[in-house]
């Protein structure tokens, strides 16, 4: 009988928002599979949760998946998770969680915290048609020409940016997609959290006169800016 792939969803900053849940599968699995095993010994010591760790990031290799889905294949279940937040967004976590499958083992989410959802959910553009971009190419020219290829996509856009990529990634969407409206998610739960409802402009001058630290969730008005405020279907108009 094979085991359980679990896919765990880890806090993005505050510990308190691991769940109850999650909690209980991280104590009762056989294994935990992580993106960085630093982080997560932090987590699991602060919930003094002591299993072994299975290094798990971008590099690691086919060998690594192979020695997870054997382990798995032969009953014990594993519990995959990233540096923080959900796997599969932004990680290597997919990767993994496809070969599951493929080889017909179990694989179950733990859902949690996610950093795209929290700063839909504060930037007030609205979240029911937005478009997850991630980490936007490090090098200008293809960074220029992935954004110019959004400039007409109407839905929400969300990225993902660290404090060095900043400032040159908003002076790129000023040129791309001008000065739309913007909200600038920094840190979220965490001790130095930052929400700012502006423009990518006045982003881009804010941090031109101050150093940007943390992490960035970047969320931008789609063009027609038609998400924000857009009324619900209720049963009646669905006849």
Aim: net charge neutral; hydrophobic share 40%.
């Amino acid at each position: 009988m094979t085991g359980t792939l679990y896919v765990v969803a880890t806090p993005i900053g505050n510990l308190q928002d691991l769940s109850p849940r999650a909690l209980e599968v991280l104590r009762a699995v056989d294994a935990i599979a992580s993106e960085d095993t630093r982080t997560t010994v932090k987590l699991l010591s602060h919930f003094e949760i002591r299993k072994p760790l299975i290094a798990y990031f971008q590099h690691s290799g086919e060998r690594r998946e192979d020695e997870i889905l054997d382990r798995l294949s032969r009953g014990e279940s594993i519990a995959l998770v990233s540096e923080a937040g959900t796997p599969g967004v932004s990680d290597p976590g997919a990767a993994i969680v496809a070969r599951a499958h493929e080889k017909g083992i179990p694989v179950r989410a733990i859902a949690g915290p996610s950093s795209v959802a929290a700063a839909l959910s504060v930037s007030g553009f609205g979240g029911d048609r937005y478009l997850f971009e991630g980490f936007l190419p490090r090098k200008p020219g293809k960074r220029r020409k992935a954004l110019k290829a959004l400039a007409g996509e109407e839905r929400t856009l969300v990225f993902f940016e660290s404090p060095h990529r900043v400032i040159d990634t908003l002076e790129a969407m000023v040129e791309a997609l001008g000065d739309r409206p913007c909200c600038i998610a920094r840190e979220l739960t965490k001790l130095y959290e930052e929400v700012a409802r502006t423009t990518i402009a006045k982003a881009l001058a804010d941090y031109q006169k101050r150093e940007p630290r943390g992490e960035f969730t970047i969320v931008v008005e789609g063009k027609s800016g038609g998400n924000e405020g857009r009324r619900k279907e209720t049963p009646d108009d669905l006849g």
